[in-house]
């Protein structure tokens, strides 16, 4: 018997700048001739508030196998804050420039075989960080030098990896150590840091490693401090994908930490510029999320 599939697709029409086809086109191409699954297509629009209740109401409505996010690690994210505790899976189309998360969780590029992995049904429970209690990072996020650079890239409207590196020299260029206090439960860590990753995932959408440690189920997150930068390293991490220098480095493992900065420092959350904040509380939430994923991965 054919097993029959209800999904929601979150399509993000604003991701992926210069893409040639609309991720929807190619959702509806692949289940046209699989007429046993339902498919509903959710456009957001861009009021983040507006968009969130009404997926929210529309995953309370019907019983579905899965919700899919169709854009980047900002719309995985989006999706995520609706799914949590639900236990339906969320599939992710990487129609974003980065796609971070898809690439953490070694989930294919093209659409067709994403598409075919949230077709194969095969799943997994992963840990989402929370954020002062209000927002949760499902990927990467982080204070200081990274998180300006994503303020810059989002301002500049550049695009390309010929601008990315434009705006990458100019944010290396104003680069400031700040001092930072680390409470993980068991230790107060105070240090001078350039960028400090909450990091539930290992790598950022270009591949940089910045967390060689990275388990998405372990019930823990790594508060990664990058306490030295050279312009040679920070290449280096980008276009060669190895890890940041572990003597430059700092990794400290939490469940909850505490991180307080003296002066206020740019906050990023799974590639979207926050503010300036000088004090966050982040926590664990263990096996809070179901995704889809590679059949043997
Ligand atoms: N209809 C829309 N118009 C404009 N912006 C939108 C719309 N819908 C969502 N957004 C915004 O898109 C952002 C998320 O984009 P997302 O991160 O998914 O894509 P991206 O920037 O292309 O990808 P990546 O993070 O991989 O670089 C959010 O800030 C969200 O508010």
Redesign the pocket.
């Known amino acids: 018997m054919i097993k029959k599939i209800r999904l929601l697709f979150i399509i ?6 210069n893409r040639k086809i609309a991720p929807q086109e190619v959702v509806q191409r692949y289940f046209a001739d699989k007429p046993a699954n339902e498919i509903t297509l959710f456009i ?3 009021d ?1 508030k507006k968009d969130v209740a009404e997926i929210t109401a529309l995953i309370q409505q019907r019983g579905w196998n899965g919700v899919v996010a169709a ?5 995985v994210k989006l999706v995520a804050g609706c799914l949590l505790y639900t236990d339906i899976p969320l599939g992710i189309l990487p129609a ?5 998360m898809a690439r953490d969780l070694c989930l294919p590029e093209n659409w067709e075989a994403a598409l075919q992995v949230i077709a194969d049904g095969v799943v997994k429970h992963i840990d989402v960080i929370s954020i002062n209690g209000r927002e949760i990072s499902v990927h990467l996020s982080d204070i200081g030098l990274n998180a300006l650079l994503v303020k810059y890239f989002e301002r500049s409207g550049v695009r390309g990896m010929l601008g990315y590196a434009r705006v990458a020299f100019k944010t290396f260029y104003y680069r400031q150590q700040f001092a930072v206090v680390i409470d993980n439960g068991a230790e107060e860590v105070r240090r001078n840091a350039f960028m400090i990753v909450l990091a539930n995932a290992g790598r950022y ?1 270009t591949g940089a490693c910045i967390n060689p440690e990275s388990d998405l189920s372990d019930g823990i997150f790594e508060v990664v401090l990058i306490k030295q930068l050279s312009l040679i390293e920070t290449l280096k991490m980008m276009f060669s994908h190895r890890p940041f220098n572990p003597r430059k480095t700092e990794i400290i493992r939490a469940r909850k930490a505490h991180i307080y900065t003296r002066r206020k420092a740019e906050f990023q959350i799974d ?2 510029y926050i503010g300036k904040v000088n004090d966050i509380n982040a926590e664990i939430l263990p096996r809070a999320l179901v995704v889809y994923v590679t059949a043997g991965r």
């Open positions: 993000n029409p604003a991701s992926g700048k957001l629009t861009g983040v854009g980047g690690d900002g719309t974003g420039s980065a796609n971070g959408g590639g979207e």
